[in-house]
């Protein structure tokens, strides 16, 4: 009976500190899919396949250099359940820092060289020349996530999840405001088409950027940056780096893997290629809460560790992966019942609906192990454990679910479903693996400071 009550309330703190940031990246999934919705019937096919290859390498840039953050979230939530306010502040602080100039770095690289870049894919001319306007035009919105990325890190870390998503559904809304407006020509605006969707982006994360730093000089939950704890210290670093070059390597090989995954479905026709980011942008909107709850639950192990009780560390990452095998089945069900209901949504496009229907219902049998990896990654990273999640994860990239997608397409002819059986039997391998490695408490043994 006490096991029972002990976990209801493990779920219900879960729970709490989860909905906000479900709330967040659902936020984050609308704009996406509003994005793709408006791309798709304001500039069509060629305009979605283009911002879906720009964005693969925006994404590839900014999830290998932001993984400080996974280390500044476990290193300000340990901190934070000791109470240790004064180191709190100084790893809010130098992890901004970090943020900022790697941000610079990012934005010059998307700049320089998106022309180059973009010549890896296979695709026609107009939308190769689609990519570049988009990249060039959205390049400076890198610099302002990795500030956004950095402050929403360390709030999070500290157990507020609500800052990050107010400040995200405010720029989600002016994004699609500026969509709108900017795509189309609205008023006295001019009619920019695929620039004008980069702009308005850039001009959401720009204001975003802005209240968090607005936020964090004024001081909430006990976080308030100074000049002074600004500046880099060996004493942070230290850990940050070892705890965050994991999961920088672990971000490498996974938007590597999904590098070179969307260069192999370049090799197939601009249908498939649309088809293909419509259903990722699915797929993407029904693992939201997912995150939201691997937020909450790193958060959650990160503090029980800094109360030396690692045992409710366990209890709670075991709670979590529960949580997340139930949502899994509920959205895989609605996956395989609605899938021409969800995509009419995205196109109105027969041939396109006709060709991502089946792929949906396979990506359906996805969700329960997708969101449990997800999930259980998040109580490891919230451990520190951030070497097991990057050698789990790399080896379930690039042994299964990259080489079985490109053998697949290349000799099997299955297109875009290739995608979804390849990474359903990577799931089906690696979850053990995962949830072997969380329960087996190595973790416990993992010194910060």
Same mark, same amino acid.
């Given at each position: 009976?006490?096991?029972?009550?002990?976990?209801?309330?493990?779920?219900?703190?879960?729970?709490?500190?989860?909905?906000?940031?479900?709330?967040?990246?659902?936020?984050?999934?609308?704009?996406?899919?509003?994005?793709?919705?408006?791309?798709?019937?304001?500039?069509?096919?060629e305009?979605?396949?283009?911002?879906?290859?720009?964005?693969?390498?925006?994404?590839?840039?900014?999830?290998?250099?932001t993984?400080?953050?996974?280390?500044?979230?476990a290193?300000?939530? /340990?901190?934070y359940?000791?109470?240790?306010?004064?180191?709190?502040?100084?790893?809010?602080?130098?992890n901004?820092?970090?943020n900022?100039?790697?941000?610079?770095l990012i934005?010059?690289?998307?700049?320089?060289?998106? +022309?180059?870049?973009?010549?890896?894919?296979?695709?026609?001319?107009?939308?190769?020349?689609?990519?570049?306007?988009?990249?060039?035009?959205?390049?400076?919105?890198q610099?302002?996530?990795?500030? =956004?990325?950095?402050?929403?890190?360390?709030?999070?870390?500290?157990?507020?999840?609500?800052?990050?998503?107010?400040?995200?559904?405010?720029?989600?809304?002016?994004?699609?405001?500026?969509n709108?407006?900017?795509?189309?020509?609205?008023?006295?605006f001019?009619?920019?088409?695929?620039?004008?969707?980069a702009?308005?982006?850039?001009?959401?994360?720009?204001?975003?950027?802005?209240?968090?730093?607005?936020?964090?000089?004024?001081?909430?939950?006990?976080?308030?940056?100074?000049?002074?704890?600004?500046?880099?210290?060996?004493?942070?670093?230290?850990?940050?780096?070892?705890?965050?070059?994991?999961?920088?390597?672990?971000?490498?090989?996974?938007?590597?893997?999904?590098?070179?995954?969307?260069?192999?479905?370049?090799?197939?026709?601009t249908?498939? +290629?649309?088809a293909y980011?419509?259903?990722?942008?699915?797929?993407?909107?029904?693992?939201?809460?997912?995150?939201?709850?691997?937020?909450?639950?790193?958060?959650?192990?990160?503090?029980?560790?800094?109360?030396?009780?690692? +045992?409710?560390?366990?209890?709670t990452?075991?709670?979590?992966?529960?949580?997340?095998?139930?949502?899994?089945?509920?959205?895989?069900?609605?996956?395989?019942?609605?899938?021409?209901?969800?995509?009419?949504?995205?196109? =109105?496009?027969?041939?396109?609906?006709?060709?991502?229907t089946?792929?949906?219902?396979?990506?359906?049998?996805?969700?329960?192990?997708?969101?449990?990896?997800?999930?259980?990654?998040?109580?490891?990273?919230?451990?520190?454990?951030?070497?097991?999640?990057?050698?789990?994860?790399?080896? /379930?990239l690039?042994?299964?679910?990259?080489?079985?997608?490109?053998?697949?397409?290349?000799?099997?002819?299955?297109?875009?479903?290739?995608?979804?059986?390849? +990474?359903?039997?990577?799931?089906?391998?690696?979850?053990?693996?995962?949830?072997?490695?969380?329960?087996?408490?190595?973790?416990?043994?993992?010194t910060?400071?």
């Open positions: 009976m006490r096991t029972i009550i002990r976990q209801k309330n493990i779920i219900k703190n879960i729970s709490i500190l989860a909905f906000p940031a479900i709330l967040e990246m659902a936020l984050n999934t609308l704009v996406g899919m509003a994005d793709t919705l408006m791309i798709s019937h304001i500039i069509g096919k305009g979605l396949a283009a911002v879906g290859f720009a964005n693969q390498i925006i994404f590839t840039l900014i999830y290998v250099f993984s400080f953050n996974a280390g500044a979230t290193m300000v939530a /340990r901190s359940g000791e109470k240790n306010y004064q180191r709190l502040n100084k790893i809010v602080g130098e901004l820092s970090l900022f100039f790697l941000g610079i934005f010059l690289t998307a700049l320089i060289f998106s +022309e180059s870049i973009l010549n890896i894919f296979s695709v026609s001319e107009l939308v190769y020349q689609m990519s570049v306007d988009y990249l060039n035009n959205v390049a400076i919105s610099f302002f996530m990795f500030i =956004s990325f950095a402050a929403a890190a360390s709030l999070r870390g500290a157990g507020d999840t609500k800052t990050p998503m107010f400040i995200t559904g405010i720029a989600n809304i002016l994004n699609i405001i500026g709108y407006i900017l795509m189309t020509g609205y008023s006295f001019p009619e920019l088409g695929i620039k004008g969707a702009l308005s982006t850039s001009i959401a994360r720009g204001i975003a950027a802005i209240l968090y730093l607005i936020i964090l000089i004024k001081g909430k939950n006990n976080i308030k940056i100074k000049l002074s704890n600004l500046k880099l210290s060996a004493y942070i670093l230290k850990p940050l780096w070892s705890l965050s070059y994991a999961a920088a390597l672990e971000q490498f090989f996974m938007q590597a893997a999904f590098f070179v995954n969307s260069i192999i479905i370049s090799l197939l026709d249908t498939s +290629e649309a980011r419509i259903l990722i942008n699915i797929e993407s909107a029904s693992f939201m809460p997912a995150i939201g709850i691997s937020i909450a639950t790193a958060t959650l192990v990160g503090k029980r560790l800094g109360e030396q009780n690692p +045992e409710k560390s366990l209890q990452g075991k709670a979590a992966g529960f949580m997340g095998i139930i949502w899994g089945i509920l959205m895989g069900i609605i996956f395989f019942v609605f899938p021409v209901p969800i995509l009419a949504l995205f196109t =109105s496009d027969t041939k396109l609906i006709n060709a991502a089946f792929t949906m219902k396979i990506a359906g049998f996805n969700q329960p192990l997708l969101a449990f990896m997800i999930i259980i990654s998040g109580a490891l990273r919230g451990t520190g454990d951030t070497k097991g999640v990057m050698l789990i994860t790399s080896l /379930r690039w042994t299964i679910f990259v080489p079985l997608c490109y053998i697949l397409v290349k000799y099997f002819n299955y297109g875009v479903t290739s995608v979804w059986y390849a +990474e359903i039997s990577s799931f089906l391998v690696f979850s053990y693996f995962m949830y072997k490695r969380f329960i087996a408490m190595e973790w416990a043994r993992i910060m400071f």
